[in-house]
């Protein structure tokens, strides 16, 4: 496909960031909605970007989206979803807390608790609460994943399943619409479902970005947790197995987080 100038300029802004939003490069770009809505049309068409409520994603598929990248896409909505998250743990708890960039959010919501303990595989949560005295922070052994800080592997399924904890904060890399709960990462998904195993209250925390993207391995399904917690979901089918199977749906957007 030949793409115009701003159509390669979307797309390296797309693999940069991870996702590109209409009315964002209508005024970067000094044109109408229309005319970006044609651009990222195109771009989808020809495979390159993946079309997604209000702008696009660079396509999931094996290739993630890089960890920083990560950081930036639905910030504020991560942020609201962390605050929500950290009301429900109360002080004098014990929880786990998996990778991602959304459970990281959790974490930054809990440096006002105290006499807590944090058992992480999660290299960029330890790191951030080491420093206050009132939470205790255990980190598992294992394989340190380079392009996030994630401890992966056998070794930290292991040491996962020694503890019984009050509360387990998991994240995914997507949520499809008939519930199933997925990653990319096998090894990241033994930790996962070990982590959900060994929790009394599982919280799952996801933005609703993730109701638009794949990934090819399945941790579970959302009946198996006890909390979901997005900023909000749209989703009919996933707020009907909410009802059906006993799960809270916390939509941190109405909550004004």
């Known amino acids: 496909m030949f793409l115009s100038p701003r159509q390669t300029q979307i797309l390296e802004i797309a693999k940069a960031e991870g996702r590109v939003l209409v009315e964002e490069l209508a005024s970067r770009f000094s044109v109408t909605p229309q005319t970006i809505r044609k651009d990222l049309n195109d771009l989808c068409e020809s495979r390159q970007l993946t079309r997604v409520h209000g702008g696009a994603i660079f396509p999931s598929g094996a290739e993630n989206v890089r960890y920083e990248a990560r950081r930036s896409i639905a910030a504020p909505e991560k942020q609201g979803i962390g605050r929500a998250a950290a009301s429900l743990i109360p002080d004098n708890s014990s929880l786990f807390i998996n990778i991602g960039t959304t459970t990281e959010a959790v974490g930054e919501a809990l440096l006002d608790h105290r006499d807590l303990m944090v058992i992480t595989n999660n290299i960029n949560v330890a790191n951030r609460l080491r420093v206050f005295p009132a939470i205790e922070v255990v980190i598992a052994g294992g394989v340190v994943r380079g392009s996030d800080g994630g401890i992966v592997g056998e070794a930290a399924v292991d040491f996962i399943r020694q503890f019984k904890v009050d ?25 996962a479902q070990a982590i959900m195993a060994n929790a009394r209250h599982v919280i799952l925390v996801a933005d609703s970005s993730k109701f638009d993207r794949a990934a090819p391995v399945r941790i579970g399904h959302l009946s198996q947790v006890h909390t979901f917690i997005t900023d909000t979901c749209s989703i009919p089918a996933l707020k009907t197995i909410c009802r059906d199977h006993g799960v809270r749906l916390i939509e941190a957007q109405d909550r004004g987080s």
């Open 167 to 191: 509360y387990a904060v998991i994240g995914v890399s997507a949520i499809d619409h008939d519930g199933a709960l997925l990653d990319y990462d096998y090894r990241e998904v033994k930790v």
